[in-house]
Nanobody, 116 residues
Framework: QVQLVESGGGLVQPGGSLRLSCAAS????????MGWYRQAPGKLRELVAV???????NYADSVKGRFTISRDNAKNTVYLQMNSLKPEDTAVYYC??????????WGQGTQVTVSS
């Protein structure tokens, strides 16, 4: 059983930065896409950013130019660098790995709060 362990969330002031990390508990051979999603109170979970095995990225319009997703395949880890954070970025952030022939794995979620 694979577990995804997230870290890097916390409280930050508007305009600040955070870097989220998500690592698999063991080596995984065929990870397809890695991604980050978020869910704010009372709202549905939404896509933030995804990165393919080939490095192609896709971002939600609301975070383009502020967030950057990257991956380290050797470490089975995905990162989300978040800059110029806004109060509306406040949410629980979840990482997701799509594994060929298996399906989706999700992290436990990490809270990001943007407030002065």
């Amino acid at each position: 059983q694979v577990q995804l362990v997230e870290s890097g969330g916390g409280l930050v002031q508007p305009g600040g930065s955070l870097r989220l990390s998500c690592a698999a508990s063991r080596s995984i051979f065929s990870i397809n896409t890695m991604g980050w999603y978020r869910q704010a109170p009372g709202k549905l979970r939404e896509l933030v950013a995804v990165i393919s095995g080939g490095g192609r990225t896709n971002y939600a319009d609301s975070v383009k130019g502020r967030f950057t997703i990257s991956r380290d395949n050797a470490k089975n880890t995905v990162y989300l660098q978040m800059n110029s954070l806004k109060p509306e970025d406040t949410a629980v952030y979840y990482c997701n790995f799509k594994i060929v022939g298996v399906g989706d794995y999700w992290g436990q979620g990490t809270q990001v709060t943007v407030s002065s």
